[in-house]
């Protein structure tokens, strides 16, 4: 499933490592490659789309993306770019017509999303899991439909943390998965 990302992304660190080595025989210490975290670049969606497990409509469809949401882009291929998550979901690809670059410093984007969201009624915007805690490691307690209403009592590192109707202990969501509830 994630054989083209894979490659995309070996063929980042291949051309990096080109760039920086050249033909020679010399082979690169894998500390001396580039960390893919610092050639991030903090782009906005302009219109709704598509995140994919490749570059172009062939490929499966990972999740939907709203638009006004900030996204990490890694490069590109072709008219599509690789972006990728700092909260370990999965990386695709969305059409490069569909973002812009983000306005202003990129610290100020980091800051902004690292914001923590207010308390308060929410709603899944995709089919998603509940995790005991806030991060992936963390086992799935819950599986929860797209719309589903959620009831936020905190934010702790992008993940949301929700109270159980029936009374069972709280929950994490993925805060990119959930938005304010429209009442």
């Given at each position: 499933?994630y054989?083209?990302?894979?490659r995309?992304?070996?063929?980042?660190?291949a051309?990096?490592a080109?760039?920086?080595?050249?033909?020679g025989?010399?082979?690169?210490?894998?500390k001396d490659?580039?960390d893919l975290?610092?050639?991030?670049?903090?782009y906005?969606t302009?219109?709704?789309?598509?995140l994919?497990?490749?570059p172009?409509p062939?490929?499966?469809v990972i999740?939907?993306?709203?638009?006004?949401?900030?996204?990490?882009?890694?490069g590109?291929?072709?008219?599509?770019?690789l972006i990728?998550?700092k909260?370990?979901?999965?990386?695709?690809?969305?059409?490069?017509?569909?973002?812009?670059p983000?306005?202003?410093d990129?610290?100020?984007?980091?800051e902004?999303a690292?914001?923590?969201?207010l308390?308060?009624?929410?709603?899944a915007?995709?089919?998603?899991?509940?995790?005991?805690?806030?991060?992936?490691?963390?086992?799935v307690v819950?599986?929860?439909?797209?719309?589903?209403?959620?009831?936020?009592?905190?934010?702790d590192?992008?993940?949301?943390?929700?109270?159980?109707?029936?009374?069972n202990?709280?929950g994490y969501?993925?805060?990119?998965?959930?938005?304010?509830?429209?009442e």
């Amino acid at each position: 499933m994630y054989r083209n990302l894979l490659r995309t992304a070996c063929g980042f660190a291949a051309a990096a490592a080109f760039a920086v080595y050249g033909c020679g025989n010399k082979t690169p210490e894998l500390k001396d490659l580039p960390d893919l975290n610092d050639q991030t670049k903090p782009y906005v969606t302009t219109e709704n789309t598509k995140l994919r497990t490749g570059p172009g409509p062939r490929f499966r469809v990972i999740t939907d993306i709203n638009r006004d949401a900030r996204v990490n882009v890694v490069g590109r291929d072709g008219e599509w770019v690789l972006i990728v998550s700092k909260k370990g979901n999965a990386p695709g690809y969305i059409e490069m017509a569909s973002v812009k670059p983000a306005v202003g410093d990129v610290k100020d984007v980091k800051e902004e999303a690292a914001a923590p969201q207010l308390e308060g009624r929410y709603q899944a915007v995709a089919d998603t899991e509940v995790r005991g805690g806030p991060g992936l490691h963390y086992p799935v307690v819950a599986k929860i439909a797209k719309g589903t209403k959620l009831n936020v009592v905190e934010e702790d590192k992008g993940w949301l943390k929700v109270e159980s109707k029936r009374g069972n202990k709280p929950g994490y969501v993925d805060a990119t998965l959930a938005k304010p509830a429209v009442e």
